[in-house]
């Protein structure tokens, strides 16, 4: 006999929602329902007694799914029933065509992963900072709009000015230097730190780790380092509390180490409390929190009423700027990071559509197929929205499978970016992940997907005369048939994803011919290093014993100091050469310099042509020299002698440099080959990076770097030991990433549009078989068929690739702002594209063209 | 012999579940005792269609039981095999037999 229930289980909740999996199974099991649910309902509640919660009610809802699929169509008498009759009919449609549904829901997987993947790369850029309630912190600008918005310093006094604000719960400023870190058990290091107001860790809400927070005074001299650095240095060890150290040429006290993953605001390393009265001189970035219902805008008018122009605008009496309140980490995009992202996800938008129409045409053509059994439901009394709601539902399916798919492939490649690329995340709380608003968007994408893909089929079924249909006429043939929608999906399907290909291909050829930079220069024979000088000593003579100390080391062949490397993309303003006129200064021409020690042409292989070089009596306070390239010489100074001429840059402070030699322009790939070379000792610059070439082995010159400099001396900070080919690597290591997804990203969609043609080609053919039946009977040559397959194939693919490359062509302004370098308008490129495109869509044709050629005229005219 | 009365392998189950349990039982142990008799996992929307197609066939009737003394209580689908069913139970079992009469040995019977 059956064993005695609880007494509720029979009343109890079923998994949630109980009453949609009431109305689904009442639907279908009429006048059994109750029961049935009150089985049900008894059967899940003992199962969460014995399993638990979580088994029992996946255990549940796979209960209401298979009961329905077990639903009698005469048992229910509902308005539910027709939605789940339609899905019951969509999944046995799906199932009855496995390859077609795997082969829409794998394409769909496809087009929803690169939205996914490049949308949670925006949502990681765009993340608030990691703190309570992050969103509600905000930074405060002061911008001058009749200065192209340049933004004002503000300082403690100010800060005061806005205290009070009711919009605002905390406020407080920060300024982010560089210093030298120093302690009697550690190498001098470069770290970049946070002097703060006393307002900015409790407005954070944020404390140390280990130890105490400073008294808010400043006047202890206490610093607080962070998690890495602590580990670092001092090896993890508790003992670091406490300790001396010297910061910035000042003497502290380590108080406390900060959390792992705290680097407020940019990626710092340590933090100091300014005293009050030093925080009034201080030149800071606000900060503050708004209060609980505030808004930004209402902060900012706020703040703006009490603003009164800084110190020194109040000086010259010209008091102005516009006060912004914004979110901290909004707007943040270190080296166009954001724009990249925002390019990117458009890229996968287009993906997507490309994927929805491909299967908008698969289930169009499969529409086409089924039709007579569509006709003969119709006949049977279906109407013509349950017969389109049922291609909808299958849409639905396969959006929801292909959903699935895309957040699986995303999760991989996110999690591949997120390990490989988060040294290269400009700010510390970039994080990438499927959260936040990726999950939402991916759900509404899968519904529009739902919709792009399935509303024409239904709605094409839902007009078409099935009788007529039925009756075989040539008019409903042409009513049911896929008509001109199938070419205009694969057409446009075409154009989007050539155009993407183009895209990703000039970004991709960007990275490539960066890449190039490592076969011009011995990069792995140099290593590199930044220096930061004494803080307030002689940089110029110590810039001269270092490199002569440096040079003496054994096995160094040659060594030299300059402001940056050979493949330095920094622009040194606009140059004037003297004799040439400028009608406006924004007309004379940005320029790439640098400024070097003699040494540094020897260590890089660089060439005279003409005159000398840099040379140890080019001194401060001796005439200022220049070296030019000799693609600088041909671009700027003229057919004539450059030897002689005399140019000028803002970094020399207005002063003439006369140019005294020409060196050999060396192919670096990306960037410009017209380059200026200085005198470093004419530049000022605390932090020269230092350049040793010995053997093969760069990295056995560490050593000797570190020794030769302690000997002149110990104060001086050295950072980022590594080969020039190290340096390389990383600067190309992000674009790298983003061109390969991009790349990707681009090949899918070509992928994903070939085999639109395909399908559609195989559907002609088909259709058209007694016609290619009559034509082979009468004589036509098998070949002479496939050329018209291939041409057909042609009529889609020759229009696409002429829209899309001019798409991309006209477009590529825009890409050229945020690649590494090259030509956006590349002809190799574009030909490469072409040629592969072309090649893709002729390929597609080859099956079709060749059953095309093996027609049977007998077999199929039999048939008729 | 009448159409009806030939058995599909779950009405089988159904059916000899009910006889092991005996008159008066509901979903819940029938879905059960197939589960853990034959191993095989059962929607309680197949035991329901499989009830009503065997009660169509006469070879099983039903009842409600009493609804639960409680606020929102379900009341239970009892059922019993008729004498109907019974037979027609019998008679597949028959059929079962002869068909596998002397393969006892490639049976493992």
Same mark, same amino acid.
């Given at each position: 006999m059956?064993?005695?229930?609880?007494?509720?289980?029979?009343?109890?909740?079923?998994?949630?929602?109980?009453?949609?999996? @009431?109305?689904?199974?009442?639907g279908?099991?009429?006048d059994d329902?109750?029961?049935?649910?009150?089985d049900?309902a008894e059967?899940?509640?003992r199962?969460?007694?014995?399993?638990?919660?979580v088994?029992a009610w996946?255990?549940g809802?796979?209960?209401?799914?298979?009961?329905?699929?077990h639903?009698?169509?005469?048992?229910?008498?509902?308005?539910?029933?027709?939605?789940?009759?339609g899905?019951?009919?969509?999944?046995?449609a799906l199932?009855?065509d496995?390859?077609?549904?795997m082969l829409?829901?794998g394409?769909?997987?496809?087009?929803?992963s690169?939205?996914?993947?490049?949308a949670s790369?925006?949502w990681?850029?765009?993340?608030?900072?990691p703190?309570a309630?992050?969103?509600?912190v905000?930074?405060?600008?002061?911008?001058q709009?009749?200065?192209?918005?340049?933004?004002?310093?503000?300082?403690?006094?100010?800060?005061?000015a806005?205290?009070?604000a009711?919009a605002l719960s905390?406020?407080?400023?920060?300024?982010v230097?560089?210093?030298?870190?120093?302690?009697?058990?550690?190498a001098?290091?470069?770290v970049?730190?946070a002097?703060?107001?006393?307002e900015?860790l409790?407005?954070l809400?944020?404390?140390?780790?280990?130890?105490?927070l400073?008294?808010?005074?400043?006047?202890d001299?206490?610093?607080?380092?962070?998690?890495?650095t602590?580990q670092?240095?001092f %090896?993890?060890s508790?003992?670091?509390?406490?300790?001396?150290?010297?910061?910035g040429a000042?003497?502290?006290?380590v108080?406390?180490?900060?959390?792992?993953?705290?680097?407020?605001?940019?990626?710092?390393?340590?933090?100091?409390?300014?005293?009050?009265g030093?925080a009034?001189t201080?030149?800071?970035?606000?900060?503050?929190?708004?209060?609980?219902?505030?808004?930004?805008?209402?902060?900012a008018?706020q703040?703006?009423a009490?603003w009164s122009?800084? %110190?020194?605008m109040r000086?010259?009496?010209?008091?102005?700027?516009?006060?912004?309140?914004?979110?901290?980490?909004?707007?943040?995009?270190?080296?166009?990071e954001?724009?990249a992202?925002l390019?990117?996800?458009?890229?996968?938008?287009?993906?997507?559509v490309?994927?929805?129409?491909?299967?908008?045409?698969?289930?169009l053509?499969?529409a086409t197929q089924?039709?007579?059994?569509l006709?003969?439901?119709?006949a049977l009394?279906?109407?013509?929205?349950?017969?389109g709601?049922?291609?909808?539902l299958?849409a639905l399916?396969?959006a929801?499978?292909?959903?699935l798919?895309?957040?699986?492939?995303?999760?991989?490649?996110?999690?591949?970016?997120?390990?490989h690329?988060?040294?290269?995340?400009?700010?510390?709380?970039m994080r990438?992940?499927l959260?936040?608003?990726?999950l939402?968007?991916?759900a509404?994408?899968?519904?529009v997907?739902a919709?792009m893909?399935?509303?024409?089929?239904?709605l094409?079924?839902?007009?078409?005369?099935?009788?007529?249909?039925?009756?075989?006429s040539?008019?409903?043939?042409?009513?049911a048939?896929?008509?001109?929608?199938?070419?205009a999906f694969?057409?446009?399907?075409?154009t989007?994803?050539?155009?993407?290909?183009?895209?990703?291909?000039i970004?991709?050829?960007s990275?490539?011919?960066?890449?190039?930079?490592g076969?011009?220069?011995p990069?792995?024979?140099v290593?590199?290093?930044?220096l930061?000088?004494?803080?307030g000593g002689?940089? %110029?003579?110590?810039?001269?014993?270092?490199?002569?100390?440096?040079?003496?080391?054994?096995?160094?062949?040659h060594?030299?100091?300059?402001?940056?490397g050979?493949g330095?993309? @920094?622009?040194?303003?606009?140059l004037e050469?003297?004799g040439?006129?400028?009608?406006?200064?924004?007309?004379?021409?940005?320029?790439?310099?640098?400024? *070097?020690?003699?040494g540094?042409?020897?260590v890089?292989?660089?060439?005279?042509?003409?005159?000398?070089?840099?040379?140890?009596?080019?001194?401060?306070g001796?005439t200022?020299?220049?070296?030019?390239?000799d693609?600088?010489?041909?671009?700027?100074?003229?057919?004539?002698d450059p030897l002689?001429r005399?140019l000028? *840059?803002?970094?020399?402070?207005?002063?003439?440099a006369?140019v005294?030699?020409?060196?050999e322009?060396?192919?670096?790939?990306?960037?410009?080959?017209?380059?200026?070379?200085f005198?470093?000792?004419?530049? @000022?610059?605390?932090?020269?990076?230092?350049?040793?070439?010995?053997?093969?082995?760069a990295?056995?010159l560490?050593?000797?770097?570190?020794?030769?400099?302690?000997?002149v001396?110990?104060?001086?900070?050295?950072?980022?030991?590594?080969?020039?080919?190290?340096?390389?690597?990383?600067m190309v290591?992000?674009?790298?990433?983003?061109?390969?997804l991009?790349?990707g990203?681009?090949?899918?969609?070509?992928?994903?549009?070939?085999?639109?043609?395909?399908?559609?080609?195989?559907v002609?053919v088909r259709?058209?078989?007694?016609?290619?039946?009559?034509?082979?009977?009468?004589?036509?040559?098998?070949?002479?068929?496939?050329?018209?397959v291939l041409?057909?194939?042609l009529?889609?693919?020759?229009?696409a690739?002429?829209?899309?490359?001019?798409g991309a062509w006209?477009?590529?302004p825009i890409l050229g702002a945020?690649?590494l370098?090259?030509?956006?308008r590349?002809?190799?490129v574009?030909?490469a594209?072409?040629?592969?495109?072309l090649?893709?869509g002729?390929?597609?044709a080859?099956?079709?063209?060749a059953?095309?050629?093996?027609?049977?005229?007998?077999?199929?005219?039999r048939? @008729? | 012999?009448?159409?009806?009365?030939y058995?599909g392998?779950?009405?089988?189950?159904? !059916?000899?579940?009910? !006889?092991?349990l005996?008159e008066?039982?509901?979903?819940?142990?029938?879905?059960d005792e197939i589960?853990?008799?034959?191993?095989?996992?059962?929607?309680?929307?197949?035991?329901?269609?499989?009830l009503?197609?065997?009660e169509?066939k006469?070879?099983?009737?039903s009842w409600?039981?009493?609804?639960?003394?409680?606020?929102g209580g379900?009341?239970?689908?009892?059922?019993?095999?008729?004498?109907?069913g019974?037979?027609?139970?019998?008679r597949?079992?028959a059929?079962l037999?002869?068909?596998?009469?002397?393969?006892?040995?490639? !049976?493992?019977?």
């Amino acid at each position: 006999m059956p064993e005695p229930a609880h007494p509720t289980d029979r009343s109890g909740a079923l998994p949630a929602p109980t009453r949609l999996a @009431e109305a689904i199974l009442r639907g279908l099991h009429g006048d059994d329902a109750d029961a049935l649910v009150g089985d049900l309902a008894e059967a899940y509640q003992r199962r969460r007694r014995e399993h638990g919660a979580v088994r029992a009610w996946g255990w549940g809802w796979w209960q209401v799914v298979a009961s329905a699929a077990h639903g009698s169509p005469s048992a229910g008498r509902s308005d539910t029933v027709r939605p789940v009759l339609g899905a019951r009919m969509a999944l046995r449609a799906l199932r009855r065509d496995p390859a077609t549904s795997m082969l829409a829901a794998g394409i769909l997987a496809l087009g929803f992963s690169a939205p996914t993947i490049f949308a949670s790369l925006l949502w990681g850029a765009a993340r608030p900072l990691p703190v309570a309630e992050g969103e509600r912190v905000v930074r405060v600008d002061v911008v001058q709009p009749e200065r192209d918005g340049r933004a004002l310093s503000v300082t403690g006094r100010d800060l005061e000015a806005w205290a009070g604000a009711s919009a605002l719960s905390g406020l407080g400023g920060f300024a982010v230097r560089g210093g030298t870190l120093q302690h009697a058990r550690v190498a001098a290091t470069r770290v970049s730190y946070a002097a703060l107001t006393g307002e900015v860790l409790p407005l954070l809400g944020v404390g140390p780790a280990l130890g105490r927070l400073p008294d808010g005074s400043g006047a202890d001299d206490a610093v607080l380092i962070g998690h890495e650095t602590w580990q670092e240095l001092f %090896d993890g060890s508790p003992d670091v509390l406490g300790a001396e150290v010297t910061l910035g040429a000042r003497a502290r006290t380590v108080v406390g180490v900060m959390p792992e993953g705290f680097a407020f605001p940019y990626g710092e390393q340590a933090w100091l409390v300014l005293a009050p009265g030093d925080a009034d001189t201080t030149a800071m970035e606000p900060i503050a929190r708004l209060a609980h219902g505030a808004s930004n805008d209402a902060a900012a008018a706020q703040l703006q009423a009490r603003w009164s122009g800084s %110190d020194a605008m109040r000086e010259a009496d010209d008091v102005g700027g516009v006060v912004l309140v914004r979110g901290f980490t909004a707007g943040r995009g270190e080296g166009g990071e954001a724009v990249a992202f925002l390019g990117l996800v458009l890229v996968g938008v287009c993906l997507l559509v490309i994927a929805c129409a491909n299967v908008a045409n698969l289930l169009l053509v499969r529409a086409t197929q089924r039709v007579r059994s569509l006709g003969i439901q119709a006949a049977l009394g279906a109407g013509a929205p349950q017969l389109g709601l049922q291609l909808l539902l299958e849409a639905l399916v396969l959006a929801m499978a292909g959903g699935l798919g895309g957040l699986g492939l995303a999760h991989l490649a996110v999690g591949w970016v997120q390990e490989h690329g988060q040294a290269n995340f400009g700010y510390y709380w970039m994080r990438m992940g499927l959260d936040g608003p990726v999950l939402p968007a991916v759900a509404g994408l899968v519904l529009v997907a739902a919709l792009m893909a399935g509303a024409l089929p239904a709605l094409r079924i839902m007009r078409a005369d099935l009788r007529a249909v039925l009756s075989g006429s040539a008019e409903g043939d042409r009513q049911a048939g896929p008509g001109g929608w199938s070419r205009a999906f694969v057409t446009t399907q075409l154009t989007l994803s050539c155009a993407a290909l183009a895209a990703a291909g000039i970004a991709g050829s960007s990275v490539f011919d960066a890449g190039r930079w490592g076969s011009a220069l011995p990069a792995d024979e140099v290593l590199t290093a930044r220096l930061h000088l004494s803080d307030g000593g002689d940089a %110029d003579l110590a810039i001269e014993r270092i490199e002569a100390a440096l040079s003496a080391e054994p096995g160094v062949r040659h060594a030299a100091l300059a402001v940056g490397g050979p493949g330095a993309w @920094e622009p040194w303003g606009r140059l004037e050469v003297d004799g040439e006129t400028y009608d406006r200064p924004a007309d004379r021409p940005v320029t790439w310099g640098n400024a *070097v020690t003699p040494g540094f042409f020897a260590v890089h292989d660089l060439g005279l042509l003409q005159g000398r070089l840099i040379e140890h009596g080019d001194r401060a306070g001796a005439t200022p020299v220049a070296v030019v390239s000799d693609a600088f010489a041909r671009r700027f100074l003229g057919e004539g002698d450059p030897l002689g001429r005399r140019l000028r *840059v803002p970094r020399l402070d207005s002063a003439w440099a006369t140019v005294v030699g020409v060196f050999e322009a060396f192919d670096l790939g990306a960037g410009p080959a017209e380059r200026v070379y200085f005198s470093l000792a004419q530049v @000022e610059t605390p932090a020269p990076m230092a350049f040793l070439r010995g053997g093969s082995d760069a990295e056995a010159l560490a050593p000797s770097l570190r020794s030769a400099l302690a000997a002149v001396d110990p104060s001086i900070a050295v950072n980022d030991v590594q080969t020039l080919a190290d340096v390389h690597r990383y600067m190309v290591r992000a674009p790298s990433m983003l061109a390969a997804l991009a790349v990707g990203g681009g090949l899918a969609g070509l992928l994903v549009a070939a085999v639109g043609l395909y399908g559609v080609l195989a559907v002609r053919v088909r259709q058209r078989r007694r016609e290619l039946g009559v034509r082979l009977a009468l004589g036509a040559d098998g070949r002479r068929l496939a050329r018209d397959v291939l041409w057909w194939a042609l009529a889609p693919v020759l229009p696409a690739l002429a829209v899309g490359l001019g798409g991309a062509w006209l477009a590529s302004p825009i890409l050229g702002a945020i690649l590494l370098g090259g030509d956006p308008r590349d002809p190799g490129v574009y030909a490469a594209v072409g040629v592969a495109f072309l090649s893709v869509g002729l390929l597609a044709a080859v099956v079709p063209a060749a059953r095309a050629a093996a027609t049977e005229p007998s077999r199929v005219l039999r048939a @008729e | 012999m009448a159409r009806d009365d030939y058995l599909g392998e779950f009405e089988h189950l159904v !059916l000899l579940a009910i !006889l092991q349990l005996g008159e008066g039982t509901y979903g819940v142990p029938i879905r059960d005792e197939i589960e853990g008799r034959a191993g095989r996992p059962v929607s309680f929307g197949a035991v329901y269609s499989t009830l009503r197609r065997l009660e169509s066939k006469g070879l099983v009737e039903s009842w409600a039981g009493e609804a639960e003394p409680v606020p929102g209580g379900r009341a239970r689908k009892l059922v019993r095999l008729t004498p109907e069913g019974l037979a027609a139970l019998q008679r597949s079992r028959a059929r079962l037999d002869r068909m596998a009469d002397g393969l006892g040995d490639v !049976l493992g019977t």
